[in-house]
């Protein structure tokens, strides 16, 4: 079975590493049995494009065969996406591309490389058996980060060249540390070679200003193509025929200023550093730039002093947020959690709402960066699955869930999960694998990242009981201090969490009225 098929996520370099083999052959890198061979890449769909009749797209496909067949192993198949053999031409009463190459591949009459992706493999190429078993698999794994800066080395010539830039070290360093920590969607090495193209085509086009000479000139060229065409209209070709000589000469002239004006930018090449790289990775994923690229010290150092000039009363509990959140980023805190887990207990209206939005807007500085979820709406069990999306087989399965969809659209921003005392309990199911591993599975089978998220849980537990505690007789029995609210919060709270759910909360933050 000499028919290898390279299975890997999309980005992890299947084509290129047949394209790799392509070049090492021409060079002569390869072992003796594999020299002079040729890989021709096979276009599925240019073989079924214009196929009218029946017939038409077995014979072409035949014909190819017939050629590699000729070439007594010297033809080396390469087909990209694999999974589009099968079905491929296949009409009422016609045989697919898979079913004609099935015999072929089988006697060994053609050497064929195939490359898919692992889901595309699953869904077309496994159920069928006899096709499967004529190919060998190959799995593609990502690349690692130190891996992914050696292949930036190695590529970074040609994009110098045609962006007509210098990438400096800490540029290819920042193009794999920025993507590898804020783009979680997307695979190495594809995602810090797209940084890499996308911070030298920025840089080309922002550093870049016309000459004033050359926009002159067009101008020129422009006003004497308009009097030479008002010339003739007017029956004046005298007169429109020295326009046209001028119309020349200033394009010739246009021409020269062109020219000197690509050399000297060949010349003075942009230059390409970390924090251009850092803006590019900003625009990709909607994480604010100096988030990215500020020094993180100084921007915690002011939290607790900011937050509290918007958030008056409550200094005690944004000084347990802030202390969490710092814990995290110094690195104190396991980085497979989310960045903070907060529960936000205090009667109705003393701004736990109001704080979340404020930490949001610091954090993130964006209030879009909030994503609210209001509990009360996931009181019935069958609410649940609206969290992660319908199951396969449900109405609105393509859709993904209302909590997972909105943070793979937003993967930095702060989740408030309002009053969630009255959600079902079988939400708290749902979240103990988001505050433990800050992960969660969708309905599609999306791992979704929730590593880069602060969880806020509000709820008013214990306020009613509150209200009720210490109406006796007496003199002193209204005024309730504060040491005795809490107690009282506490035992309510027991009585409404297990005990699983509130040990993996960071901190149960307690507002005063």
């Known amino acids: 079975k000499n028919n290898p098929v390279l299975i890997g996520e999309p980005g992890v370099g299947k084509t290129a590493i047949a394209e790799g083999l392509a070049l090492r052959i021409v060079r002569g890198d390869v072992p003796e049995n594999l020299k002079d061979r ?125 962006h007509n830039v210098t990438y400096t070290d800490s540029a290819l360093k920042a193009c794999v540390d920025l993507t590898e920590r804020y783009i979680t969607d997307r695979n190495f090495p594809d995602k810090a070679i797209d940084a890499l193209d996308e911070a030298g085509s920025r840089a080309h086009i922002t550093e870049i200003t016309v000459p004033r000479e050359i926009e002159r000139l067009e101008e020129e060229i422009a006003q004497a193509g308009r009097e030479k065409l008002a010339a003739a209209q007017s029956q004046d070709f005298e007169k429109a025929a020295s326009f046209r000589d001028r119309e020349q000469q200033l394009k010739s002239r246009l021409q020269e200023a062109n020219d000197a004006w690509e050399q000297q930018l060949r010349a003075d090449r942009a230059m390409v550093d970390a924090d251009k790289v850092a803006e590019v990775v900003a625009m990709m994923t909607g994480v604010p730039v100096q988030r990215i690229a500020q020094a993180e010290g100084s921007r915690l150092k002011e939290m607790a002093p900011a937050l509290a000039r918007q958030i008056i009363g409550q200094d005690a509990a944004i000084e347990k947020i802030v202390k969490a959140i710092r814990r995290n980023r110094v690195g104190l805190k396991d980085p497979g959690k989310p960045i903070g887990t907060f529960m936000f207990l205090g009667p109705t209206g003393v701004g736990k709402t109001h704080l979340a939005k404020k930490l949001s807007e610091y954090l993130f500085d964006s209030p879009d960066a909030l994503i609210r979820i209001d509990m009360s709406e996931y009181m019935e069990k069958f609410t649940v699955s609206r969290l992660v999306g319908a199951p396969p087989g449900y109405v609105g399965y393509e859709e993904g869930g209302q909590l997972t969809e909105k943070v793979r659209r937003r993967p930095y921003s702060v989740v408030l999960l309002d009053e969630i005392e009255k959600a079902h309990p079988d939400v708290f199911n749902i979240l103990l694998q988001v505050m433990d591993e800050g992960r969660l599975t969708d309905s599609l089978g999306r791992r979704i990242d929730f590593k880069n998220t602060i969880l806020i849980m509000t709820s008013n537990v214990g306020s009613r009981q509150l209200k009720d505690f210490g109406a006796g007789v007496g003199f002193n029995t209204g005024a309730v201090s504060k040491e005795q609210a809490h107690g009282v919060i506490s035992k309510a709270l027991n009585r409404a969490f297990s005990p699983e759910f509130l040990n993996r909360i960071d901190d149960i933050v307690m507002f005063d009225q």
């Open 38 to 162: 040729k890989v021709f890449s096979l276009d599925m769909g240019a073989l079924v494009a214009g196929a009218k009749y029946r017939g038409e797209f077995e014979e072409r496909l035949k014909s190819v065969l017939q050629e590699v067949k000729k070439s007594e192993g010297q033809i080396i198949l390469f087909i990209d996406e694999l999974h589009t053999i099968v079905g491929a031409g296949n009409a009422a009463g016609t045989m697919d591309a898979a079913n004609l190459l099935k015999p072929a591949l089988a006697r060994g009459e053609i050497q064929c490389i195939g490359a898919t992706t692992l889901d595309e493999y699953r869904k077309n190429i496994e159920k069928d058996g006899a096709l499967e078993r004529r190919f060998q698999k190959v799995m593609v794994e990502p690349t690692t980060p130190e891996e992914t800066l050696q292949i930036l080395e190695n590529i970074k010539d040609k994009y110098q060249d045609h």
